[in-house]
């Protein structure tokens, strides 16, 4: 195993840099050519989804690479996730996944959310008529066990689940989730859930590791927070690069995307920074300050939760 790799629960190892692909221009040429770039500098995670709407390039730049004999298929590790509109027919939606990417399988599949849209609801920010009240995650997760035992996919698991929702699936699941990928990094530290994750042998993911600046829900509070900033000048570093290196820390894996050459070099090098003990105990110290965390999801009369809170059972 390679030491920027981690083993799941399911057996299969992770890179623990994955190149967030989710762009809100959606620039289907640009979007290959971070993949080309990435795969160039060593990322070996790409992490996309069907309602980011970049599964088509993601799998079009890895498919060009693997017939260039740039990498082979098996040393590439291609996460997706099953749209909150989906939870009816996992292994349909997966299906179309793959035809999009032109895959004969991924490596991860991850249930994007635990809520339940209707069938037609394809946009990323629901509106107040497609909510259905209940999720019933049991008939979802047969769903995803199916698309292991058909070869869809090499291992399943969830994503924006907190402590309770994951104890919930446990409860009922004949294979329990490899992964949990939630929004993660020095100002929303998920330290419960990272625990009761650990204790389940389920990885933790962390996704907007850098807060998302530029995203339009995103923000600039982790990458211009002054403690990160005094970190990275004292070990030459950059802001960015010590946010993705305290999730790694954490035993995380993170989840970072750009699309520029030069920051996703950078990011790539936050491997090599070394934090100390004192860094990551100032950081423990850290005011939080969570960040996307799904408010797309309840500003609705017609969601089934009424708040953030009641979204993340009261842990946030
Ligand atoms: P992020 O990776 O924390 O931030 C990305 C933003 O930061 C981009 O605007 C990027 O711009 C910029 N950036 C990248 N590297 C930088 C650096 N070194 N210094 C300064 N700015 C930098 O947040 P994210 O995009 O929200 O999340 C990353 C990925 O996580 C997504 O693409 C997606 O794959 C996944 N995700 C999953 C979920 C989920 O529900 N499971 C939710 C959100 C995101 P440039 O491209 O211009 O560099």
Redesign the pocket.
């Known amino acids: 195993m390679r030491k920027d790799e981690v083993r799941l629960n399911c057996g299969i190892t992770i890179p623990v840099i994955?190149?967030?692909?989710?762009?809100s221009n959606n620039d289907r040429v640009t979007t290959e050519k971070?993949v080309h770039l990435a795969l160039k500098m060593g990322y070996r995670h790409f992490?996309?989804?069907k309602i980011?709407g970049?599964e088509g390039a993601v799998g079009n730049a890895l498919r060009k690479a693997i017939e260039d004999q740039i990498i082979p298929r098996e040393d590439v590790f291609l996460t997706s996730?099953l749209w909150s509109g989906d939870h009816h027919d996992p292994v349909s939606a997966l299906k179309h996944t793959l035809r999009n990417l032109g895959m004969e399988y991924i490596d991860m599949y991850?249930v994007?959310?635990p809520i339940k849209l209707k069938p037609w609801a394809c946009n990323a920010v629901p509106k107040e008529e497609d909510f259905e009240k209940q999720l019933d995650m049991e008939t979802t997760w047969e769903g995803m066990q199916k698309c292991l035992d058909m070869g869809l996919c090499r291992c399943i698991g969830v994503?924006?689940f907190s402590t309770k929702k994951i104890e919930h699936l446990l409860d009922f699941a004949s294979v329990p989730p490899a992964v949990n990928?939630?929004?993660m990094?020095p100002m929303w530290r998920q330290r419960k859930l990272r625990e009761i994750c650990g204790k389940h042998d389920i990885h933790v993911s962390g996704?907007?590791?850098?807060?998302?600046?530029?995203?339009a829900?995103?923000s600039t509070a982790?990458?211009k927070n002054p403690l990160i900033n005094s970190i990275a000048l004292k070990h030459k570093a950059?802001?960015?690069?010590v946010?993705l290196k305290w999730g790694l820390t954490r035993g995380a894996s993170?989840?970072?995307?750009?699309?520029?050459p030069?920051?996703?070099r950078?990011?790539m090098g936050s491997l090599d920074l070394k934090l100390d003990d004192e860094d990551l105990i100032e950081i423990e110290q850290l005011e939080e300050r969570k960040i996307?965390r799904?408010d797309f999801l309840v500003n609705n009369t017609t969601s089934p939760y009424k708040n953030l809170e009641e979204l993340w059972d009261y842990e946030i």
Not at 18 to 23: E, V
Not at 208 to 215: E, F, Q, T, V, Y
Not at 254 to 260: A, E, G
Request: charged share 15%; no cysteine; aromatic share 12%.
């Open positions: 994955g190149l967030g692909t989710y762009s971070a992490d996309t989804a980011y970049s996730k991850l994007h959310w994503s924006n990928q939630v929004e990094h996704y907007s590791p850098l807060g998302g600046p530029g995203n829900w995103g982790v990458v950059t802001p960015a690069q946010a993170v989840i970072v995307k750009s699309f520029n030069d920051r996703l950078e990011n996307m799904g």
